[in-house]
């Protein structure tokens, strides 16, 4: 494990894997003189569009999956951000023996289908850990007031669209009423509860801080998955800090696309920051150029801003081999700033699996 340079001494780090290694994920381990944490332990298959035969994707996975369990038996605590597959594994059972589990509340702000995958995943961890079903454990519904969190977005609402100005208040408009609905969802369904069992404990982590020793593990708030009112849901970013150093994990913020996102990064002002790029290789069906343009900016200001000397800018971007064309601006900020903006390959050494597929 490294520590990053000058940045952090205290705090160690490793990208255990990564979408520049082959396979889609965001794993990575951190360790402080308290503890060893691992952040999000799941990978998934590369798209079908990625530049490489099926075999070689499918033995990345195993790679990925192997270097996963390798990690998990260094760790004391697993963190999950969000629950898609290349973020969390379900189900394997020594990830998670012995482990105190940190993870997104999955009975609110969150979607259907990872509600749907929550309820999977604890439900195993019940019959593994407490020989008991998941259904005789949910707690009734509790009803509440959920903020929009659009009212939290004021960098992104007052920012001009121009000639794109209706049409994003149209989908503003209908991501609103999909929220409404969300809110009513999570209202009327009955809620899974913390666990707490002799081989494993889980903690729901949405703005909370935990305490290891001089070891704080903080987590913000939930985050949208991309832009405002995506249907993908909703992640929350993490920080270990010991001290005066920070490291900053931000699971999948896509670019980060949305203003107010970014400047919380800047205002965490991390030693090492992971965070995850654009979905370019969804242009322009899920990514249209101007949401593009909106990461680029931001990512820009982040590289200027924090004290970072080493960001990880990997998940999401290398998916396809002009990922480095698209996002050109944020590398030249990064040489004009003395700043090392990698991938995780390029961290250990190694060439992109996107650039290296093709040849």
């Not at 020793?213 to 929350?236: C, L």
């Not at 920070?246 to 920051?273: C, M, Y």
Request: with cysteine; net charge positive; hydrophobic share 35%.
């Amino acid at each position: 494990m490294k520590s990053g340079g000058q940045a952090l001494k205290k705090i160690e780090f490793e990208p255990v894997w990564f979408d520049s290694l082959g396979a889609k994920s965001a794993c990575t381990l951190v360790k402080t003189p308290d503890l060893t944490v691992l952040i999000d332990p799941g990978a998934a298959e590369m798209q079908p569009s990625f530049p490489a035969p099926k075999k070689l994707k499918q033995k990345w996975l195993r790679e990925a999956r192997a270097a996963i369990r390798k990690a998990a038996e260094k760790a004391d605590v697993i963190v999950i951000t969000h629950y898609h597959y290349d973020h969390f594994t379900d189900f394997d059972e020594k990830l998670y023996r012995g482990k105190l589990v940190l993870a997104k509340d999955p009975n609110s702000y969150v979607n259907g289908s990872q509600r749907k995958r929550a309820e999977k995943f604890y439900g195993n961890l019940v019959e593994t850990f407490g020989k008991e079903s998941l259904e005789e454990l949910l707690e009734p519904p509790k009803p509440g007031e959920y903020p929009d969190p659009l009212k939290e977005l004021p960098l992104a609402m007052s920012r001009d669209y121009g000639d794109y100005s209706k049409r994003k208040k149209q989908l503003l408009t209908l991501g609103r009423k999909w929220f409404e609905k969300r809110v009513a969802e999570w209202n009327k369904s009955r809620r899974i509860p913390e666990l707490e069992f002799d081989d494993c404990q889980v903690r729901f982590a949405d703005s909370k801080t935990f305490r290891f020793g001089d070891t704080i593990i903080k987590f913000s708030k939930p985050q949208f998955h991309g832009i405002e009112y995506a249907r993908v849901g909703w992640v929350i970013s993490v920080e270990v800090i010991h001290g005066n150093e920070r490291f900053l994990h931000t699971s999948d913020l896509e670019g980060p696309v949305i203003e107010d996102q970014a400047e919380w990064i800047i205002k965490e002002n991390p030693g090492v920051l992971i965070v995850d790029g654009p979905s370019t290789y969804l242009i322009p069906y899920m990514l249209n150029l101007i949401n593009l343009r909106r990461a680029i900016e931001n990512m820009k200001s982040i590289v200027k801003r924090v004290e970072a000397e080493l960001v990880i800018y990997d998940h999401h971007l290398p998916r396809e081999p002009r990922y480095r064309e698209r996002v050109r601006e944020v590398y030249e900020t990064a040489k004009q700033e003395g700043k090392n903006v990698l991938t995780a390959a390029e961290y250990f050494g190694k060439e992109p699996a996107v650039l290296r597929s093709r040849k």
